[in-house]
Structures are given as C-alpha cells and as structure tokens.
C-alpha cells in the first residue's frame, strides 16, 4: 500500500491524498470499463477541503490483468495534485479554466419546511438569496437559477450542499420566534359553576347516532347555570368537554324579549325549557334506494350525489339490519 499526501496550500486548504490499496470488491475498470474482471487493487484519490469541510473519492479498481498499471495511475494524480500545488502552475491550471481570481464558491441546497421545500443559494462569506417551492423538483431549480444569479456571470464553483438549507431555515424560524413579543400567559382559574345558581339558560342537544352509527341517541333539553345578570348582559357558564366550564354571555333585553337568543356555540339559548321538536320521519329504505338511483350518473346525477346518496343508503341498511 501506498500513500501521497500533496496539501495545495490554498484558501480551502485543499488536501489530495493519492492512495493504492489492495481490494476484494469491485470490477476492473480498465479498458473503459469493459474488462469487468475481480478487482484486487485499487487506485484511490481523496480529495478534503474546509471552510465547508468537504470530502470526495476517486477510485479506479484494477483486476490481476491489469494491476501493473496501478503505479502509473497512481503517479499520474500525484504529478497532477503537485501541478496544483504549485502557485504558478496552479495558476495556469486556473488561467486555463477561465479564473483571473480566486472563483467565488456557492453553495447551494433545499430541505423540507412543513409541506413546502425551503431552497437556499449563497456565495461563500457573501450574498444569498432564499424561497419556498412546492416540490423538491422545483426548489433545485430555483436555488440552481438563484447560483447562476449569484455568479452574475463569473466563473464560480457551484455546490450543491443540503445542509446550507437546513442551516438558513434554522435561523429564519429563529428570527421569526424573536421578532414575535412573547404570548402573555393567560391567566385563567378554574370556573366552578355556582352551587346554587340565580336561574339557567337552555338549549336543545340535537339527536345524534351513536358512534358505532346504528343507536339513535334522542335530542334533549340541557341547561346551563346563570352566574351573573346586568341590565344589558346575562352571564352563563357552557360546559366544555367533560369536565370544564367556559363563560359566556347573552343579551338580556332580547332575552327577555323573544325567550329566546342565538349563541354562539349553541344555535339557541332559551330562557325557559324549551319544548323538543319533533324529528322529521326518517326516510325509509325505499325512499334511499329511490333517491340513489335517480342520482345516478345514467340519469343525470353527478358522482358525487350518487356516492352520497348510496352511502345514505348503505347506513340506513345498517341500522334497519
Ligand atoms: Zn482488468
């Protein structure tokens, strides 16, 4: 085994590292890949850099046959690297690639945010730009047509680095939670509904099924304590889930004028129990059955009013069965 290591002295402090191993994988490589016989050496090249730390692999796999021309593989990237590593040469090398000064390196990458794709270019200590994409497809292009924009026409190294994205998201979301005054924590106590209550609002609780679908539970009256009354407000409390209850208030006048009021979370609040109206007879299979299929495709009837018509259908069958 044999290694070279040629460090470039640049401003990425670039490190090649020229290295034949003996190996028990791969396919020879040799004769442009045609020969394809066991690989037992292998000439490698790696290639680290920082300020980002980067690292890439070169490999060429050579079988039996050919590992004899493993040294002047391996002296060829070796003769390369040193052409870099000399200033001037390295110069050429640049020169001949169209770079005056050192190319400017962007980078750029996208990562997820929610259910969109967040995209970031940027110049190395420089400029950036960011957005928002829809789809993955979509942000590579616009981070990539960002680069070219960044590059504003010089010869520069474009990388393709994810963890850019995730970096620029972070301190985004960061700058988000700071620019935002922090949430006053609401002050809430317990609300016991009194023990003795001054009177009760009511409402109707419609009838429902049950959750398994099939038993009908009846519509009932439930009320609600009064705490409170000023001439223009009556305040209640509504329960809420199981266990809780939450204040509210209702118009006295019109209370007491019509017996009656909307609210907000119950369609009416009644003043005195009300009476329970009487459910509409429920359609019978029949009536379903002819429902579903006058909204049948065939017959003019959309998909959609056919599918919930049959599902009306399908349920009443349920619960008759
Ligand atoms: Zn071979």
């Not at 056919?306 to 619960?319: D, G, M, N, P, V």
Request: charged share 25%.
């Amino acid at each position: 085994m044999t290694t070279t290591v040629i460090p470039l002295g640049d401003a990425r402090a670039t490190t090649y590292t020229v290295q034949t191993i003996e190996v028990s994988t791969d396919e020879c490589c040799a004769e442009h890949g045609a020969c394809g016989k066991p690989g037992v050496i292998a000439v490698r090249n790696t290639i680290d850099q920082q300020r980002p730390a980067e690292s890439s692999t070169y490999r060429i796999t050579l079988c039996a046959d050919h590992q004899d021309d493993a040294p002047r593989m391996h002296g060829l990237w070796v003769a390369s690297a040193r052409e870099l590593q000399d200033p001037i040469k390295n110069a050429e090398f640049l020169a001949s690639a169209g770079v005056t000064d050192d190319p400017p390196l962007i980078l750029w990458g996208r990562c997820r945010s929610g259910r969109r794709w967040f995209w970031t270019a940027c110049e190395f200590d420089g400029a950036d730009a960011h957005g928002w994409a829809a789809s993955p497809d979509e942000a590579s292009r616009q981070a990539n047509a960002a680069a070219v924009q960044l590059a504003a026409g010089r010869y520069a190294n474009v990388r393709v680095l994810h963890g850019v994205a995730t970096e620029k998201l972070k301190k985004l979301n960061a700058a988000k939670r700071q620019a935002k005054p922090p949430k006053p924590k609401r002050k809430q106590a317990k609300v016991t509904p009194p023990t003795n209550p001054i009177g009760y609002l009511y409402a109707v609780e419609p009838g429902r099924y049950e959750l398994d679908d099939v038993t009908w539970i009846p519509a009932k009256v439930v009320s609600f304590p009064i705490t409170r009354k000023t001439a223009r407000r009556v305040y209640y409390l509504r329960p809420r889930g199981l266990f809780e209850w939450q204040p509210g208030y209702v118009d006295r006048q019109e209370l007491e004028r019509h017996g009656a009021v909307r609210g907000a979370h119950w369609l009416q609040l009644f003043a005195t129990p009300p009476e329970i109206p009487k459910p509409k007879p429920a359609p019978g299979l029949k009536e379903l059955k002819a429902a579903m299929a006058a909204a049948h495709p065939d017959r003019g009837g959309t998909s959609e009013a056919f599918i919930a018509a049959r599902e009306r259908y399908l349920k009443a069958r349920r619960r008759a069965a």
